[in-house]
């Protein structure tokens, strides 16, 4: 090239022969070249003087660009701090993005592997990069390996200077493409390795990260090396709201039996676990001492008292805690002279009781619009698991604990952050809920949790009781008599008891001992529609009881669960669920038939309720052919099925439904396997494992019903990626909510459109419907979302107005912490595509967001844009509005103290024009409320619903819209149930009433927790807890709710009793909230009972007194 285009003399220049960099190898900064052959590399390693001979054997793996571009000081940082410590490096590259190649022909060697645990520098997933990944070639690779394995993180899309000063950390196309999709792997610990550097874009190593990355794996491989007899397992447990009769507290799970059967197997596995005792109940009385005492007496049991030197000098980090507690020790976990560690040992089993918040019953801090740090108490509790006590490992122990939620960076922790100041180098295992993937993920990326799925409780059917079932005896009258003289006086008795059992709400209109003025027809609607009133109640399913870790359900048990698999059509698997099938069978279509039942064509009810028990009867003989003598699950024979007809398909003949049996074959297959995955157990073993130091298999979590594929639980949890919603089938799914909630909006409203709707955006919900609420808000916008070739949605385009046929309705969405961080990007998404309705030229009255934003603009002084704003949360780095905390623990003044707590917490707004930042924006968040017509949330799950968390009414601001909007109207407020086949849009009161129904006023469900002992007692007072919150923030409750709460639980002295004797603290609480819910007005009754419940709650407060003395 210089003889041909340099001018003048010949350079006779010496031109080195060109560098060859191996497409696969083995990299050390030390070693004279790359190494090609693992032999090669070991004889070269083995021959260094400095290296330990003995220590754990770390296998790395690097980018090749970033090697041959010698942009490596962050893998060199790496390798350094492994060596230092005693450890020796294995670092592999591969020059695609293939990187399962590196691991099999490096990391292992005549068939046994050579690591003790691998960290990815790669950042991306093993098999794929960013653009397609290949993950179940990688699962395969990593489950051969059966070694921990990390994916660290490098600043790519910031410097480091940004992601230090930003609240939000990484930043969101980063979480979506190297945290999100590596999880989907099963990579764990998402942790910062290196910088960026603004000048030269060239990475630099975090040494406080790169410790950090070396500690933790570090832990990890001291788990596969330390022998059982001598390896120390510390248990978190929770106890909230923060009192003895809540300790052990954790989502459908019962933390102290699962606990005594996890103690039972590790001692029988060699643990050292010494002074167990015979029965759940005992240890749960040593680990607390007294369980009917308050949380804050003494009287539980302390298992270490801290001196406050030894405190300071282990815990580095406390003098960040002053700003927020003052100097140590403060006033929680101490006895104002040490600070106080609360559990029980034994032996090398620590079961500990993490501390609270600390804020809970601390009205002004509640108001706070970020959270507060950790108290002292808190930090004391992980400096000794981890430096006193010499944890090799902490399993938090059911759904969940407040680690993952304390303050610091949305995503891509610092050492600042408070998350990783608490977790120091420890191994975080982590219990949780397989049908909430939303929170488990905060845990995992946050509290660098590795977390095992459980299992929630077997669902029932609810069931009819009492009044109700008495009511379904009438209608049979009804149905067999409706053509005799007597059809008057049946459906008069039928609307006299529909009003008895307070159904006169659901079914309004009820002919008053005048139906005798009604035609045939007419008398038929009535009853139709009380019918389908009661089947809706009798086949909500309801999770009974509470799960027990290595206890799996029996067949028996799974039937409901499989039923409503059955029931849904599965288009994506090429499956029709079995009432298409059969109204396929009968000439119908499913979706009449449930739009005739909605609307209570007697006709129709009778044939849905006729399609439901065909489905039943045909999933029960597939449960009973399937099932031994013992109970146990047996494998189908081939040659007998040959021969006879499947017992299904005869009982589905015979009920005179001449099915297709093509339909039907494929779905059975599928029921079968879904059968055998819902009763495997595999949640001690992935545990067991997990304390080895072992790879756990990824897997999705969400509702079982919906995706069988989260079973069978035990796996490590993962969401989805995040770029992938919402899906075309969510957005036709969504479509079909929108537009029923529009039109009970319009029913309500003298036919007019709702001008706003207020919604809520939950990241469970949007992971397992695969963003249906997300859709649902676009389509309300009248936006549509706009996959690329790879089916990720980066872009939304308007629908034109002709094409919607309706006005584009303004939303206000409030999106939880938990989706905000899950999900930035759709908030992206969301805040374009309302800027692009509110910027658009059209008609007002056909474009609301324009409407209202150009009134705003007006009034706030601000641009339309500006004004436009609508998607709103928590600042970066805090959770929930705080109500659920105020209502729990009794510590507000009225309701307008709770719309104060929701405004200063959930107004921070999200800017597409600014991303990452959640700026305060509290004037266009309230003026945007103003306008609010309808308040709108969604359920995701058939084991979820209203009462059973109090994260729902935390974020419902319907009375919090009555108060702003300027005519004082309160907007109305819906819920969409799409848990079943056939989704439902129901009022706020009406889905109060039937969870009341179903859950708190049904023997089947209570009696299915009292069954459950002391933590079954605490079910049912969480469930009037949570009631009342409805009260407080929607004045949705009927009084007969608390009336029958009152007779069921109070007039009874037999029921009384037992409670009292399970759990007289929660059986207090109990006392004490139906007290609360009178004073503040929710609740009418006679003073006679007001009396009673005075004089019990000072028997309840003498008797735990008198134990406490």
Not at 476 to 496: F, G, P
Not at 579 to 603: F, M, W
Not at 791 to 799: A, F, M, S, T
């Amino acid at each position: 090239l210089t003889d041909r285009y340099v001018v003048g003399e010949p350079l006779n220049t010496e031109i080195a022969d060109p560098v060859e960099y191996p497409d696969l190898g083995i990299w050390h900064p030390l070693a004279p070249n790359m190494f090609t052959d693992a032999t090669a590399y070991s004889k070269w390693n083995n021959s260094r003087p400095e290296l330990a001979k003995d220590g754990p054997t770390i296998g790395l793996v690097l980018q090749r660009s970033h090697l041959v571009s010698k942009d490596d000081a962050h893998y060199v940082s790496v390798v350094q701090e492994f060596e230092s410590r005693g450890c020796k490096v294995i670092p592999v590259f591969a020059g695609g993005l293939d990187f399962s190649v590196c691991i099999n022909e490096y990391f292992f060697s005549a068939g046994q592997c050579l690591v003790d645990g691998v960290v990815s520098l790669t950042g991306f997933a093993l098999v794929g990069g960013p653009a397609r990944q290949d993950h179940p070639k990688a699962v395969e690779t990593l489950a051969k390996l059966n070694r921990p394995y990390m994916v660290a993180l490098p600043l790519v899309f910031q410097t480091t200077e940004e992601w230090k000063e930003s609240s939000l950390g990484l930043h969101p196309v980063q979480v979506a493409l190297q945290i999100a999709i590596p999880e989907l792997d099963g990579a764990i610990e998402p942790v910062v390795m290196s910088g960026r550097d603004s000048n030269t874009g060239k990475a630099h190593a975090l040494q406080d990260r790169t410790e950090t990355i070396v500690g933790r794996m570090m832990k990890w491989t001291k788990l596969r090396t330390t022998p059982k007899k001598d390896k120390k397992l510390a248990v978190a447990i929770f106890s909230f709201p923060p009192d003895k009769g809540n300790v052990g507290s954790a989502a459908y799970l019962d933390v102290f039996g699962s606990l005594f059967e996890l103690a039972k197997e590790m001692k029988r596995e060699g643990y050292t676990i010494d002074g167990l005792p015979e029965t759940s109940r005992e240890m749960l009385e040593m680990v607390v001492n007294d369980s009917e005492a308050k949380y804050a007496s003494p009287e539980l049991n302390v298992a270490y008292r801290m001196p406050l030197p030894e405190y300071e000098e282990l815990t580095p980090y406390q003098d960040r805690l002053h700003e927020s507690w003052g100097p140590p020790p403060g006033n929680l976990n101490t006895d104002g002279k040490n600070m106080l560690v609360y559990g029980k040992q034994f032996g090398n089993l620590f079961v500990g009781v993490q501390p609270t918040f600390g804020y809970e019953g601390d009205p002004m801090r509640l108001l706070f619009s970020k959270s507060a740090s950790p108290h002292h108490g808190y930090a004391a509790f992980y400096t000794y698991l981890e430096h006193i006590w010499g944890a090799d490992a902490v399993l938090h122990f059911g759904t969940h604990g407040s680690t993952e939620f304390m303050p610091g960076k949305q995503m891509g922790m610092a050492d600042t952050c408070y998350p990783d100041s608490l977790m120091g180098t420890l191994p975080n295992l982590y219990y949780y809920a397989a049908n909430n993937p939303s929170e488990a993920t905060i845990a995992k990326r946050r509290s660098y949790a590795a977390t095992i799925s459980y299992l929630t409780p077997p669902a029932e059917n609810a069931g009819l009781y009492k009044g109700l079932g008495e009511l379904r005896e009438l209608i049979s009258s009804y149905q067999q008599l409706k053509d005799t003289a007597r059809a008057t006086s049946i459906v008069d008795a039928i609307a006299d008891k529909a009003r008895i059992c307070n159904l006169d709400k659901d079914v309004p209109n009820l002919p008053d001992g005048n139906s005798a003025d009604l035609s045939a027809e007419e008398k038929d609607t009535v009853v139709g529609k009380i019918y389908a009133k009661l089947m809706e109640i009798e086949s909500r399913l309801l999770p009974c009881g509470l799960h027990v870790i290595g206890k799996p359900p029996s067949a028996e048990e799974a039937i409901a669960t499989l039923v409503n698999i059955a029931s849904l059509d599965r288009e994506d698997d090429g499956i029709k669920g079995l009432p298409t099938i059969i109204a396929e069978s009968l000439g119908r279509n499913i979706q009449d038939i449930y739009a005739g039942n909605d609307a209570g064509v007697l006709a129709d009810v009778e044939l849905n309720q006729e399609v439901t028990e065909a489905v039943r009867g045909a999933v029960r003989s597939l449960v009973a052919d399937r099932t031994d003598k013992e109970g146990r699950i047996s494998k189908p024979n081939p040659a007998l099925d040959f021969f006879r007809k499947a017992p299904w398909l005869k009982l589905l003949n015979e009920a005179g439904y001449k099915v297709n049996e093509d339909d039907v074959k494929p779905l059975f297959e599928y029921l079968e396997f879904c059968l055998q995955q819902v009763c495997a157990d595999k949640e001690m073993e992935s545990m067991l494992a997990a304390l080895e130091g072992d790879y756990i298999l990824p897997g999705p979590g969400g509702d079982p019903i919906r995706n069988p594929d989260v079973l069978p639980t035990g796996k490590n949890l993962h969401a989805l990626d995040p770029q992938a919603i919402p899906t075309m089938a969510a957005v036709s799914s969504a479509k079909v909510v929108v537009d029923r909630l529009i039109e009970a909006q319009k029913q309500e409203n003298d036919g007019k459109y709702p001008e706003t709707i207020a919604v809520v955006l939950w990241g469970t919900d949007n992971i397992k419907t695969y963003g249906e609420s997300l859709a649902q808000v676009m389509w309300m916008v009248g936006v549509r979302p706009l996959p690329d070739a790879l089916g990720r949605v980066n872009k939304v385009q308007l629908i034109p107005l002709e094409e919607l046929g309706r006005p584009r309705i303004d939303v206000v969405v409030n999106c939880s912490g938990v989706f905000r961080d899950l999900f930035v990007n759709q908030m992206n998404l969301l805040d374009q595509a309302i800027k692009l309705a509110a910027e658009v030229d059209e008609p007002l009255d056909m474009n609301y967001v324009r409407k209202h934003a150009l009134d705003q603009a007006e009034e706030l002084g601000v641009s339309v844009r500006q004004a436009a704003t609508r998607v709103f949360s928590n600042a970066s780095g805090s959770y929930s509005s705080n109500v659920n905390l105020a209502v729990e623990n009794q510590s507000w003044e009225d309701e307008k103290q709770l719309q104060d707590m929701y405004v200063s917490r959930k107004s921070f707004a999200f800017n597409s024009d600014n991303p990452g930042m959640m700026e305060a924006n509290k004037e266009v968040f309230e003026s945007s409320l103003q306008t609010a017509d309808a308040t709108f949330q969604n359920l995701d799950s058939a084991e979820i619903s209203l009462t059973d968390v109090s994260h729902y009414f935390d974020s419902d601001p319907t009375n919090l819209v009555q108060s702003l909007r300027k005519d004082g109207k309160k907007p109305s407020s819906y819920i969409a149930d799409t848990t079943t086949a056939n989704a439902q849009v129901r009022t706020l009161s009406e889905t109060v009433r039937l969870d009341a129904r179903t859950k708190l006023l049904n023997p089947k469900w209570y009696e299915g927790m009292l069954n459950s002992g002391y933590e079954g007692v605490r079910e049912i007072d969480k469930r009037l807890t949570n009631t009342l919150g409805w009260s407080a923030t929607s004045g949705s409750v009927d009084n007969w709710v608390y009336e029958d709460v009152n007779t069921t639980f109070i007039d009874d002295k037999e029921m009384q009793q037992r409670l009292m004797d399970l759990n007289p603290s929660s059986f207090r609480k109990m006392v004490s909230t139906l007290l609360e819910v009178n004073s503040r007005g929710y609740w009418e009754t006679s003073e006679e009972n007001i009396n009673r419940l005075k004089e019990l709650y000072q028997e309840v407060e003498n008797k735990i007194e008198g134990v406490e003395a």
